[in-house]
């Protein structure tokens, strides 16, 4: 149960200058107490006052806003493509962002190390005491033991050692900061959110089309956690009764062996293996190396069986995400990761087809959108979590 005085640290912050008379309407406690829990506050270094804000009949309202150098927080994703850590002050404004690639030598040691390597210069560049920080959130793909700090066993790592890793207790004491850990789409649901904090949305969903897929959902402005935390268990949705699966462990017909890179890839290298498509011709290259940079580049260049490849992801994809849509019902739906951004006519196709398979439409419309954080959203969203922890 929050104070009233974190009550009122979070709302100042979410809105990001407020009057005294904005809070007192807000908060229905008495005037000296909130005098009392602001001078306080300002003592204390939380908030301090801004200026004047604008007249409604009488003098001016000072106005109150959190205090920047408050404190620090960094947030690291991990995807199976790419790791990145953000730096942030209190009010949650990036300062700096490193990104790298997850190759077949980025074992955890090697991630840890480079992460305690790129906080030290970050550090050091804005002239930041260690001190100062006041935790390390970490986003990552799971299944995960979010309780003991553990990725458990994720697929598709190009590295070896990715089963069983204590990576919470690992950046700790690589680092000495506090650290928790959240899966990466639960993570960047919350960054989006934060940057949607002004409109407030209550219920939304976040699906992530990348080399898998993984979804996170939020019910009344909360994280909906299950108890069980598997992230990715959205791509074995069933959408082809009678379809092929992509990987052994996988269901028969799940929509990751129709819509994710992976299954892009495993399409176009059967068509070059049985001589269709006109991929071998093109690229010059044997059937099993053909990837993803590939069908993209050839999807750019109106390459028609990449077109056709692209074109039916997309509608299985809005098949999956109007599954989604008739369970939660949620008022906006973000889409991210590489499948949404390779191209626009993914995005749209993606989206109508989902529109078209929505029970109630268009009486029902839920707000599409690729977010307003995007590559960003994993690492913001676990430097916040660590920031609603902190103690004011």
Do not use: C
């Amino acid at each position: 149960m929050l104070t009233s005085k974190e009550l009122i640290y979070r709302h100042i912050a979410e809105q990001g200058a407020v009057s005294k008379a904005e809070l007192l309407d807000r908060f229905r406690i008495p005037s000296s107490t909130l005098t009392r829990t602001l001078e306080e506050m300002i003592a204390d270094r939380l908030i301090q006052a801004s200026g004047l804000g604008p007249s409604s009949g009488g003098r001016r309202p000072i106005v109150y806003e959190t205090n920047p150098a408050f404190g620090y927080f960094f947030g690291l994703e991990i995807s199976r493509s790419h790791a990145s850590l953000g730096f942030f002050d209190v009010r949650m404004n990036p300062m700096s962002f490193t990104r790298w690639r997850m190759d077949e030598a980025m074992t955890p040691d090697r991630l840890i190390a480079h992460a305690e390597q790129s906080v030290k210069a970050i550090l050091f560049d804005h002239k930041i005491e260690p001190g100062q920080v006041r935790g390390f959130g970490i986003g990552a793909v799971g299944p995960l033991d979010r309780e003991r700090g553990i990725v458990l066993r994720p697929l598709h790592f190009a590295a070896p050692g990715w089963q069983d890793v204590p990576i919470r207790r690992m950046a700790e004491e690589a680092t000495g900061f506090a650290a928790r850990l959240e899966n990466g789409a639960n993570a960047a649901l919350m960054g989006e959110r934060w940057a949607l904090r002004r409109s407030n949305p209550q219920h939304m969903l976040y699906v992530h089309a990348g080399i898998g897929l993984r979804s996170a959902m939020m019910s009344n402005g909360r994280i909906v956690h299950g108890s069980i935390d598997l992230e990715g268990a959205v791509g074995q949705m069933i959408v082809q009764a009678d379809g092929t699966r992509l990987h052994e462990g996988g269901n028969f017909g799940a929509l990751e062996a129709y819509a994710s890179i992976q299954a892009l890839e495993k399409q176009a290298q059967s068509q070059a293996e049985l001589g269709r498509g006109g991929w071998t011709e093109r690229l010059r290259i044997a059937p099993e190396q053909i990837r993803y940079d590939d069908l993209l580049q050839a999807l750019r260049e109106g390459h028609p069986p990449a077109v056709e490849l692209f074109d039916g992801a997309a509608v299985y994809l809005g098949i999956g995400l109007a599954n989604m849509i008739n369970m939660f019902h949620p008022e906006t739906v973000i889409l991210g990761g590489a499948l949404i951004y390779s191209d626009e006519r993914f995005y749209k196709a993606a989206i109508e087809t989902a529109r078209r398979h929505v029970y109630y439409y268009p009486a029902y419309q839920p707000a599409f959108t690729k977010g307003e954080l995007r590559e960003d959203a994993v690492a913001t969203g676990a430097a916040l979590m660590m920031w609603r922890r902190m103690e004011v």
